[in-house]
């Protein structure tokens, strides 16, 4: 298969925001924020204020504003109680939006398993129609070789000469042929009954598959929708995190400035305010750095080990290696589970039954790679998926990539990504119990197994 170059984000108008970018970093950090907010939305209570999921605005006091309310008592008081409403709401509006994406990322899971059960119900209907049309039209046929040897014999039978006047190409108007020789068929009566009832079977089968197909693609929808759903609830969240970020620090060293009976002046507090700017920029290039130099060491580890041998299943591998073919490794390691059914599996609070997938087994923060050319289609928190990552490759083929590490991303909701591109780091997130990679093939929105989709595409996991 041959694939053109990639169509980046800014030559089709589709790129993210940088809010939407950064929105989709590192949704995990949502989680960890709450804690820090529970005093301040306990505090709401005696404030008076509302907690609701809304998109929440407000405006934000100024330092000028400080420096006034600090020279009168009664304002000072004023805005002091604004101060806090403003601290409390933020908190309140980053709860509110992570409770509603995790509950929606719920609903998704819990959509895509049910359109999948109601896929496998109906392809299930339709492989027991097609045995009973089979079983119909060979049981007609056999029929029809005994109205052949009563021919040849020269039974003196009107019937036969109408039975071989015409041809019949289905069961139904074999039987319908068939039907009109009373002897044939009181001397083969079990034989004629059971071609009928197969027969009969069939209709009955194909129409339950029918109705089967319905549901299945009624509930394709139903999960499509849920997946938009936790999707913009996921960017809603980081949004409102973002908010909280960019202001809470200064609302409240405002408020501690207000609240101050020394002598510090409000420049102190707003150089305060700076220097831990610098500080958190400061501690986020240092996370950056780990986390490189941790993907690093475990890329360099799991190559070490990639020719060794694996009780679990499948030999081990170096991540974004080209196969033969036409897509890459995504990670390195080995497979430890393989696709089908399996007992139910919890970690981290989260319970799911059944394995849509393929583990690899490999060490955390090791390199997440796009097996081809894609683009993003769902970057966020997908219940036992953990964090999670879905690619679209334009032929009816998506990816999954599940239990990414907290702060694993990197690429964004929407975003096209080339074969082979990083685009996370393999953590121990959702329902896992240990660092690993959970990799997903869907073809026609079903989880398929995706050794022999590997394997076709040139990537040996064996």
């Not at 030999?315 to 390691?333: C, K, M, Q, Y």
């Not at 390199?367 to 679209?392: C, L, M, Q, S």
Request: aromatic share 6%; proline share 2%.
């Amino acid at each position: 298969m041959e694939h053109d170059e990639p169509v980046l984000p800014s030559d089709c108008g589709c790129a993210p925001t940088p809010r939407e970018h950064r929105a989709l970093q590192g949704p995990v950090s949502r989680r960890m924020a709450l804690g820090l907010g529970g005093v301040g939305i306990l505090s709401l209570g005696a404030l008076g204020l509302a907690i609701a999921p809304t998109a929440f605005a407000a405006d934000y006091p100024s330092w000028d504003d400080v420096q006034r309310a600090k020279n009168d008592e009664a304002a000072k008081a004023t805005e002091v109680a604004r101060i806090q409403g403003l601290i409390a709401s933020l908190q309140a509006d980053v709860a509110a939006k992570q409770a509603e994406a995790d509950r929606l990322a719920g609903e998704y899971l819990a959509a895509q398993e049910a359109f999948e059960a109601a896929a496998d119900n109906a392809a299930s209907l339709q492989a027991q129609a097609d045995a009973e049309a089979e079983r119909a039209q060979a049981t007609a046929e056999k029929l029809g070789r005994l109205a052949a040897q009563q021919y040849r014999a020269g039974a003196d039978d009107a019937a036969l000469e109408l039975f071989f006047s015409g041809s019949a190409a289905s069961a139904d108007d074999l039987l319908a042929k068939l039907g009109t020789m009373d002897r044939l068929v009181e001397a083969n009566r079990g034989v004629y009954a059971d071609a009928v009832s197969a027969r009969d079977n069939a209709t009955n089968l194909y129409n339950q598959a029918q109705v089967a197909r319905d549901e299945r693609d009624r509930l394709q929808k139903e999960a499509e929708q849920k997946m938009v759903a936790a999707q913009d609830a996921a960017v809603a969240a980081q949004a409102a995190l973002d908010a909280q970020t960019e202001n809470l620090g200064t609302l409240q060293a405002q408020l501690a400035a207000l609240q101050d009976t020394t002598t510090k002046t409000i420049a102190d507090y707003q150089a305060g305010v700076e220097a831990a700017r610098k500080a958190e920029e400061a501690r986020k290039a240092a996370e950056a750095e780990a986390r490189r130099k941790a993907a690093e060491d475990a890329a360099a580890a799991a190559a070490a080990s990639s020719g060794g041998s694996r009780s679990a299943g499948g030999g081990g591998g170096t991540g974004g290696e080209a196969g033969t073919g036409d897509w890459v490794r995504p990670t390195s390691g080995y497979i430890s589970s393989w696709f089908g059914n399996r007992g139910t599996i919890c970690g981290n609070g989260v319970c799911v039954t059944g394995h849509r997938g393929i583990d690899f087994a490999t060490a955390c923060w090791s390199p997440i790679y796009a097996v081809t050319f894609g683009r993003v289609v769902y970057a966020a928190w997908g219940e036992g998926w953990g964090n999670y990552i879905k690619v679209d490759h334009g032929d009816g083929t998506i990816t999954g990539y599940a239990h990414i590490a907290n702060g694993g991303y990197n690429v964004s909701y929407g975003q096209s990504v080339s074969r082979g591109q990083l685009i996370a780091y393999v953590g121990n997130t959702g329902a896992s119990t240990g660092c690993h990679l959970h990799f997903e093939v869907y073809e026609g929105g079903v989880r398929v197994d995706p050794a022999p989709v590997l394997l076709q595409h040139g990537v040996n996991v064996y």
